[in-house]
């Protein structure tokens, strides 16, 4: 991202780290630290293209994760 402007409401986007949430095959997978430009004013997040590669080698390597957690599961449906 050259310009730094959010493609959303052209609010400015600033270079943070977060974390990323994917399913996949069935599971939730969550990685940390992912630097991404966030805009201050909606919150949209956007990748650099080597940001995205990275997330995918990582969700499709099978790597072993770095720890494992546990999260409750509620249901509104009835």
Known sequence: ML???CSVCGG???HK???YTQWYEG???IIENVP???CEQCGEIAYEPDVVD???NVIWSGAEPVR???APVYDLGG
């Open 3 to 5: 310009n730094n402007v």
């Open 36 to 38: 991404a430009w966030v």
């Open 54 to 56: 990275r997330i995918l």
């Open 27 to 29: 599971r939730l997978v």
């Open 12 to 14: 400015h986007e600033v």
């Open 17 to 19: 780290l977060v974390t």
């Open 68 to 70: 494992v957690i546990e």
